[in-house]
């Protein structure tokens, strides 16, 4: 079945390393994955996005890896600082075809403590 | 300018009042969604309008009736609503493309609603 989902619901770092959280996804006609960051009392955040004709991606110490092979993505986080602490949700965006709009189906999310 | 607004932040409402929720943007964008979002749970896609059009309903009880007045405004009316539609209510909204509806979307801060 088609289904977005994420290995590890929690994860706690030390400020200054890097983290790394993963997504799963079964639908193998997936070509377009998202990443949010949602803070406690927001809406999701835009952080960056990699369609299925790349591999990688790096915006502003963040990395995001697709390995279609396996249908797996991950985020990576150079340098965790404090205010990354939130939940990071991956999102598959399956907008129907030669339409203007998107339908986005996110994963279960993956809460990221920071510790200073 | 990235930027999605909804009022109010907050509302409380008992089960026979009518109320809505509003949305705008001023980036141009032509789609627009409402999604739902339960505690520590990830967004659920309710309604997509695309040129101020219907185009999405994802089987939503009729007691949410939504409605898009022009380009930059989206209303969601509520009536008759149950304790369980205590919720996260978000906006978001998205530039028309030609890519199949892969096109960042952009939420806003949401309203938390209280049903009781």
């Known amino acids: 079945g088609e289904n977005v989902g994420l290995h590890l619901p929690t994860l706690s770092v030390q400020e200054g390393d890097n983290s790394i959280i993963n997504c799963a996804y079964s639908?193998?006609?997936?070509?377009?994955f998202i990443w949010y960051k949602q803070e406690s009392g927001k809406g999701p955040q835009f952080i960056i996005d990699?369609?299925?004709?790349?591999d990688k991606r790096q915006g502003q110490r963040v990395t995001v890896l697709l390995n279609k092979t396996v249908k797996h993505l991950s985020l990576q986080i150079a340098a965790t600082q404090p205010g990354d602490s939130a939940v990071y949700f991956c999102?598959?965006?399956?907008?129907?075809?030669?339409?203007?709009?998107?339908?986005?189906?996110f994963g279960q999310g993956t809460i990221l403590t920071v510790h200073p | 300018d990235t930027e999605v607004t909804q009022t109010p932040k907050h509302l409380v409402m008992g089960m026979t009042n009518k109320k809505s929720l509003k949305c705008e943007q001023h980036?141009?964008?032509?789609?627009m969604y409402w999604y739902k979002q339960k505690a520590k749970k990830p967004p659920e896609l309710m309604f997509v309008?695309?040129?101020?059009?219907?185009?999405i309903n994802e089987s939503v009880p009729s007691r949410f009736s939504p409605e898009c007045p022009n380009s930059s405004l989206l209303n969601l009316h509520l009536h008759a609503l149950q304790p369980e539609d205590s919720a996260l209510y978000l906006c978001?909204?998205?530039?028309?493309?030609?890519?199949?509806?892969?096109?960042?979307?952009?939420f806003g801060p949401g309203t938390r609603l209280l049903v009781l």
């Open positions: 999102a598959e965006n399956r907008g129907p075809g030669g339409t203007s709009y998107g339908k986005l189906t």
């Open positions: 990699i369609r299925s004709n790349m």
């Open positions: 309008y695309s040129y101020e059009k219907l185009s």
């Open positions: 978001a909204s998205s530039q028309e493309g030609t890519s199949g509806g892969r096109e960042t979307q952009y």
């Open positions: 639908n193998s006609a997936s070509d377009y």
């Open positions: 980036m141009g964008h032509r789609a």
